[in-house]
């Protein structure tokens, strides 16, 4: 074990992505940890998210911890090539969603890292219309599926912008069989084309989120970009959690219409479907296990200290600690589960 001796100060990760430590502490980490995450951007909720979880480690382990928005194919190929512990993963339900959906370079996660502890919930994912759409809600959309009208939905496909379509196509396969092919995905890549799909009229319902669509739903109902939120993914739990005041000019209360059971779209028909979008720590599958006990324990001290929680919900997480071995065992299942649906759509 080493002593890191570190009397910078603390810098949250910012332009370069680096949270340097304050105080000194005993840990088999190097002096530089690098947190590897599947996104390219700065500004999106994974780097956001990772920020708040780097810094709260750079200070309890004494190291610097610098946070790398490399993307999913190179955060993964990096950690399976490192294993002395010096880049760790951050990524969410990505990571085992891109493999059920046979994205490129998507291996099964389980098999292929370890599962580290989970850290955060954006409880953010939605669906949304334009202000001026024929459809109020999920069953009217639903609706007009088992009536024969296409139903267009504006998605990022193979993930978690994905997920929510691939349920409500399976809710429309268990309630009006046949007609589930009346929901017609139209791909787009970034969260702007998918708003373009709308704005343009070729789509009538987009996946989105609270925090990049809210402004949206501000609009008057006569601005070409007005929407309106139909259907957030998260469950109501979840949401009951978040700061009363929301975000933007949307309170929890407002949200808390959009969430089962208020909105209903069948897993199996007897329970609602939910998602919620979870962050959580991957490793390479050969890292020590003393490392991974190390990085338990400094965030199980951390969370239990409370001051990580306040940060998360104002920038509109749910805190969301779980250790390795449980995390790894809850996404696993949750994984199974949805494998169920995408396997019920083939």
């Known amino acids: 074990m080493k002593k890191t001796m570190i009397g910078i100060a603390l810098a949250t990760c910012g332009i370069f992505g680096l949270a340097s430590a304050t105080a000194s502490a005993d840990t088999s980490f190097p002096n530089n940890l690098r947190i590897v995450i599947g996104s390219k951007s700065t500004g999106g909720d994974t780097y956001q ?134 929901l017609v995905a139209v791909n787009r890549g970034s969260q702007s084309d998918k708003n373009q799909a709308m704005f343009d009229g070729l789509a009538d319902l987009i996946n989105g989120s609270v925090q990049a669509n809210e402004q949206y ?49 069948t897993q199996d028909g007897s329970r609602n479907f939910t998602f919620d979008k979870e962050f959580f720590f991957l490793f390479n599958k050969e890292m020590d296990q003393k490392l991974v006990d190390e990085l338990d324990q400094a965030l199980t001290e951390i969370f239990a200290e409370g001051q990580i929680q306040q940060t998360q919900k104002r920038s509109f997480f749910i805190p969301d600690f779980r250790p390795s071995a449980e995390s790894e065992a809850y996404f696993r299942d949750k994984a199974a589960q949805y494998e169920v649906i995408l396997k019920s759509l083939q």
């Open 217 to 265: 739903t501000r609009l008057p109902a006569d601005d070409q970009k007005a929407m309106r939120f139909v259907w957030l993914t998260a469950g109501n739990a979840t949401i009951q959690q978040a700061n009363p005041e929301g975000m933007g000019e949307t309170t929890r209360e407002m949200l808390l219409q959009y969430v089962d059971p208020n909105v209903s779209v």
């Open 49 to 182: 998210n990772t920020a708040i979880v780097a810094e709260a480690l750079a200070r309890k382990l004494g190291i610097n911890v610098k946070v790398d928005a490399v993307g999913g194919s190179t955060a993964f190929n990096t950690i399976s090539r490192v294993s002395n512990g010096s880049v760790i993963m951050m990524f969410h339900d990505q990571a085992y969603l891109g493999y059920l959906y046979g994205q490129k370079g998507y291996e099964n996660p389980f098999e292929a890292y370890r599962i580290g502890p989970s850290v955060a919930i954006n409880p953010g994912n939605a669906y949304l219309v334009s202000k001026n759409s024929p459809y109020k809600n999920v069953e009217e959309l639903m609706t007009a599926c088992a009536g024969g009208t296409d139903i267009r939905v504006a998605i990022q496909p193979g993930g978690v912008s994905e997920i929510g379509y691939s349920a409500m196509k399976n809710a429309i396969r268990i309630q009006h069989p046949g007609r589930e092919g009346c």
